[in-house]
T-cell receptor, first 115, second 114 residues
């Protein structure tokens, strides 16, 4: 069964450093998302991406964040200058259009720890 | 604004007992509703979804959920819980505009007594 993959599984970085989280969505999916989950809290939407552009972003997704689909398979989230409060589990998800089912499939997550 | 409420933070049931996890949503139009399960240290696995049609939907692992528009609810049920069902359960509503983003509830942690 196809699945969403994410690398690395755990990333430790120092405050102020740049990090890139990588995701490989399911190959025939067209919509891509990043969510985050701070320890013990709910899963929060960060950004959605379709047709090579951001379709929506949340208040959390400020100028320090960016997303890119550099080739036909990868989908990345970059945090330009990490803060302590960026420590969280980051989930990538992908989906087909609603007419084809539309549910979002999630990757296993990348745990980001900012020290 | 759209929102999802899961009123129970923790629920403990005995193995073999029935289970119901509550979910209430606030959404202006007909919602797309989902239940996801998260085992410790794992990602989110889709249990079931409601898009339209029959209001009682069946999912994986023996779970089902019923959409009740009049109560704005989408409660998850299982007739007989197994120890392996211990996990965190998240209800989510899908926003049907251009982004299709999911809005999650705060989750219910299920503990299963042997």
């Amino acid at each position: 069964e196809p699945e969403v993959t994410q690398t690395p599984s755990h990333q430790v970085t120092q405050m102020g450093q740049e990090v890139i989280l990588r995701c490989v969505p399911i190959s025939n999916h067209l919509y891509f998302y990043w969510y985050r989950q701070i320890l013990g809290q709910k899963v929060e939407f960060l950004v959605s991406f379709y047709n090579n552009e951001i379709s929506e972003k949340s208040e959390i997704f400020d100028d320090q964040f960016s997303v890119e689909r550099p080739d036909g398979s990868n989908f990345t989230l970059k945090i330009r200058s990490t803060k302590l409060e960026d420590s969280a589990m980051y989930f990538c998800a992908s989906s087909t259009p609603r007419g084809q089912g539309g549910e979002q499939y999630f990757g296993p997550g990348t745990r980001l720890t900012v020290t | 604004a759209q929102s999802v409420t899961q009123p129970d933070i923790h629920i403990t049931v005995s193995e073999g007992a029935s289970l119901e996890l509550r979910c209430n949503y606030s959404y202006g139009a007909t919602p797309y509703l989902f239940w996801y399960v998260q085992s410790p240290g794992q990602g989110l696995q889709l249990l079931l979804k409601y898009f339209s049609g029959d209001t009682l939907v069946q999912g994986i692992k023996g779970f089902e959920a019923e959409f009740k528009r009049s109560q704005s609810s989408f409660n998850l049920r299982k007739p007989s819980v197994h120890w392996s069902d211990a996990a965190e359960y998240f209800c989510a509503v899908g926003q049907m505009d251009s982004s299709y983003k999911l809005i999650f509830g705060s989750g219910t942690r299920l503990l299963v007594r042997p």
